[in-house]
T-cell receptor, first 112, second 115 residues
Framework: QKEVEQDPGPLSVPEGAIVSLNCTYSNSAFQYFMWYRQYSRKGPELLMYTYSSGNKEDGRFTAQVDKSSKYISLFIRDSQPSDSATYLCAMAEGGATNKLIFGTGTLLAVQP | EADIYQTPRYLVIGTGKKITLECSQTMGHDKMYWYQQDPGMELHLIHY???????EKGDLSSESTVSRIRTEHFPLTLESARPSHTSQYLC??????????????FGEGSRLTVL
């Protein structure tokens, strides 16, 4: 079983829709949860970062972490065509480890 | 905009050739990483470095090697390329590492095709 599971999509939505992206994980030691966005032919870039459980909001983006269910989500409000990209969840245990564990990524297409 | 650069962006070579993928960053980060990314698969860590003269193998077995003799430079070498090495290779750097604030800055990737 993979440590991090993510639906690869693709997910196609109309402009203005609310998008929900999700990951589940099995390692209860994960404390740091991230969402990276990767445009075609580019490297990933950090979009949202959350420590432990709770919500974090940044503009149209909201990240949620539910450690009891081992489930994280990214919500995108008022989605735009420029949001079309692959979204990768990533997690780390913290402490001495330097390793991020990534999901497979979900390909999102926002149709104008 | 992240100041991390990878060359070449695209490379097509024949089996048995030696290749080096270059990665340089100007942010002064101690921690650097090489990930392998294949379509529909998660990023796999193949090498990482905590600083000069420090390198470690990642979770995914790789026939590549790395060196870190300067903070800003972290090249990856394949002594004898094979078709199974065809992949996208992503270099990243970080100030605090995944266990700290977590942000990794990625280059744009080197897409390698071995015929």
């Amino acid at each position: 079983q993979k440590e991090v599971e993510q639906d690869p999509g693709p997910l196609s939505v109309p402009e203005g829709a609310i998008v929900s992206l999700n990951c589940t994980y099995s390692n209860s030691a994960f404390q740091y949860f991230m969402w990276y966005r990767q445009y075609s032919r580019k490297g990933p870039e950090l979009l949202m970062y959350t420590y432990s459980s709770g919500n974090k909001e940044d503009g149209r983006f909201t990240a949620q972490v539910d450690k009891s269910s081992k489930y994280i989500s990214l919500f995108i409000r008022d989605s735009q065509p420029s949001d079309s990209a692959t979204y990768l969840c990533a997690m780390a245990e913290g402490g001495a480890t330097n390793k991020l564990i990534f999901g497979t990524g979900t390909l999102l297409a926002v149709q104008p | 905009e992240a100041d991390i650069y990878q060359t070449p962006r695209y490379l097509v070579i024949g089996t048995g050739k030696k290749i080096t993928l270059e990665c340089s960053q100007t942010m002064g980060h101690d921690k650097m990483y090489w990930y392998q990314q294949d379509p529909g698969m998660e990023l796999h860590l193949i090498h990482y470095s905590y600083g000069v003269n420090s390198t470690e193998k990642g979770d995914l077995s790789s026939e590549s090697t790395v060196s870190r003799i300067r903070t800003e430079h972290f090249p990856l070498t394949l002594e004898s390329a094979r078709p199974s090495h065809t992949s996208q290779y992503l270099c990243a750097s970080s100030e605090y590492g995944a266990g700290g604030s977590g942000e990794l800055f990625f280059g744009e990737g080197s897409r390698l095709t071995v015929l």
